[in-house]
């Protein structure tokens, strides 16, 4: 029986040439592997960092590319050309956002509590130095965004920090964010920094800081409306006045010319006068009596000799009248 068990156990045996044919199989997968190895594609968004034995070589742009099989040459390909972003305060999971109080409450230059959240867009401006000199990017980011934060805040009032002083706030932190990356060189480009939230934690505190929120806003907006009611009448105001101004010019002008025109006209007359005095009396009071009596009928008559002159003048009248009635 035992004999039985034995021959049972027995190896069946291979056909001839079996691992001549499998030596072949395997190398021929390998040689494929190591061939496929040898090429790779970079997107358009993403660049490709060539480690040649471990070191930093070169870097590839968008397409398809060969490379030497690894160990040789390994690839990196990281999204260069993407704008990513780093939540500061919170965090989105799911649609939903959670806070984080280790990152948003902080303290400021008058001892007073405030939650700040942000958000900092940035990209990757040097491959070799995002790989080796900083070993997560991500983490030193956000540390390094929080940092900042904290130390623009602490250095100014409460009151300022949630009202009129977060657009320079916001500004003074994303200048030592890029600071800071200068500093440890670690190839991020710092694109934007902005402010989400800077307010006081929740309760009675936040409530009385958006009252103090929104009576600034309302006195502000009441200034802007003044403003623009002073840009309305001003101009107009100005215009008239101008107007006044020029009318004023215009009748000081004429009345100037028409006492220079009265001035003349009175030399000529006087001169006149001067020349022969009686004749000018005479013409004056003639010219005179016109004006007074413009309807009336002057008879002339020389009275220089000694007798009497007798002139009809009523008849001489009537009978013009009724001439020139008839006509």
Do not use: C
Not at 161 to 180: C, M, P, R
Not at 211 to 227: L, Y
């Amino acid at each position: 029986m035992n004999g039985h068990e034995q021959e049972s156990f027995q190896l069946p045996k291979l056909p001839k040439g079996f691992w001549k044919k499998l030596i072949i199989v395997g190398a021929i997968i390998i040689v494929i592997a190591v061939g496929y190895s040898m090429f790779y594609t970079v997107e358009e968004h993403e660049r490709a960092a060539i480690l040649t034995f471990g070191q930093y070589s070169a870097t590839e742009g968008p397409g398809l590319h060969f490379k030497l099989p690894y160990p040789l040459q390994e690839v990196v390909i990281l999204p260069a050309e993407k704008t990513q972003k780093v939540h500061i305060g919170y965090r989105e999971v799911n649609g939903q956002i959670e806070s984080v109080p280790e990152e948003s409450l902080m303290i400021t230059g008058d001892e007073n509590i405030v939650s700040a959240d942000a958000v900092v867009e940035w990209k990757i401006s040097n491959i070799e130095q995002y790989l080796y000199n900083i070993e997560d990017p991500e983490k030193f980011l956000r540390n390094a965004a929080s940092a900042s934060i904290r130390s623009v805040i602490g250095s100014n009032k409460l009151d300022y920090v949630i009202t009129d002083g977060k657009t320079v706030i916001q500004t003074e932190v994303k200048s030592k964010l890029e600071e800071l990356q200068l500093q440890y060189q670690t190839g991020i480009q710092i694109i934007d920094l902005k402010f989400q939230d800077i307010e006081p934690p929740e309760g009675e505190v936040q409530q009385a800081f958006k009252e103090v929120t929104n009576a600034r806003e309302e006195k502000n907006t009441k200034i802007n409306d003044a403003q623009r009611y002073t840009n309305d009448k001003l101009p107009k105001a100005r215009g008239e006045a101008q107007a006044l101004l020029e009318n004023a010019e215009g009748e000081k002008k004429s009345r100037i010319l028409n006492a220079e025109g009265d001035v003349a006209q009175f030399n000529a007359i006087f001169e006149e006068y001067m020349k022969n005095p009686a004749v000018t009396e005479k013409r004056l009071i003639l010219e005179t009596l016109e004006q007074i009596l413009p309807n009336a009928k002057i008879i002339i008559t020389d009275q220089g000799s000694d007798t009497v002159n007798y002139l009809p003048l009523n008849e001489l009248l009537n009978s013009t009248k009724k001439g020139s009635e008839e006509e």
